[in-house]
């Protein structure tokens, strides 16, 4: 069954390093998220991506953060200088239309330090 | 403020019980109402909901959508150690896919 997988599962970064959390969506999908959650808080919406154009942000999508389709499968997000708040799991999902179910990969644990 | 609250925050029940798990919403632009099931890291995909009394069932779980009070139940039947999890209720929103979640509600089925 077609999965999104992120990489790395874990990472640890020093405040104020760039750090760039990748996924791969499911294969026939055409919008892209990032989520964040923070340890023991609800899951939070950062970024939509269709039509590789941002198609919606939050206010915690500063301008310290990035997403980018370098090629036909990946999906990046990259954090500038990252800060002791951003530590949390970072969920990549996917859909074939927005209004369909997304999908979430196993996410990715950032440590900053 | 659009928000999506769920309760109890947490449960704890013994297996064999039935749960009824809520989620009332107060949204602008709705468009549909998702669960999912998050053991240790990903959310897992349960039921997505857009039309109201009409009832949505996966073997024991079930969910349904209440469009004029603003809120969706999930149940889950003949509980198992297995069903342990949170349970989180989310709102779909407009076109571009943008889901916002409750806090979820924390299930622990013990033996």
């Known amino acids: 069954e077609p999965e999104v997988t992120q990489t790395p599962s874990h990472q640890v970064t020093q405040m104020g390093q760039e750090v760039i959390l990748r996924c791969v969506p499911i294969s026939n999908h055409l919008y892209f998220y990032w989520y964040r959650q923070i340890l023991g808080q609800k899951v939070e919406f950062l970024v939509s991506?269709?039509?590789?154009?941002?198609?919606?942000k939050s206010e915690i999508f500063d301008d310290q953060f990035s997403v980018e389709r370098p090629d036909g499968s990946n999906f990046t997000l990259k954090i500038r200088s990252t800060k002791l708040e951003d530590s949390a799991m970072y969920f990549c999902?996917?859909?074939?239309?927005?209004?369909?179910?997304?999908?979430f990969g196993q996410g990715t644990r950032l440590t900053v330090v | 403020e659009d928000k999506v609250v769920q309760s109890p925050l947490s449960l704890v029940v013994h297996e064999g019980d039935t749960v009824t798990l809520n989620c009332s919403y107060e949204?602008?632009?709705?468009?549909?109402l998702l669960w999912y099931k998050q053991e240790k890291k990903a959310p897992t995909f349960l039921f997505m909901l857009?039309?109201?009394?009409i009832e949505k069932k996966s073997g024991r779980l079930s969910s349904i959508l209440d469009k004029k009070e603003l809120f969706s139940i999930l149940n889950i039947t003949a509980t198992q150690t297995g069903d342990s999890a949170v349970y989180l209720c989310?709102?779909?929103?407009?076109?571009?896919?943008?889901?916002?979640f409750g806090q979820g509600t924390t299930l622990q089925v013990k033996p």
């Open positions: 949204v602008t632009n709705f468009r549909s």
């Open positions: 989310a709102w779909g929103s407009g076109n571009t896919g943008k889901l916002i």
């Open positions: 991506f269709y039509n590789n154009e941002i198609s919606e």
């Open positions: 857009t039309s109201s009394g």
């Open positions: 999902a996917s859909n074939r239309q927005g209004k369909d179910e997304a999908f």
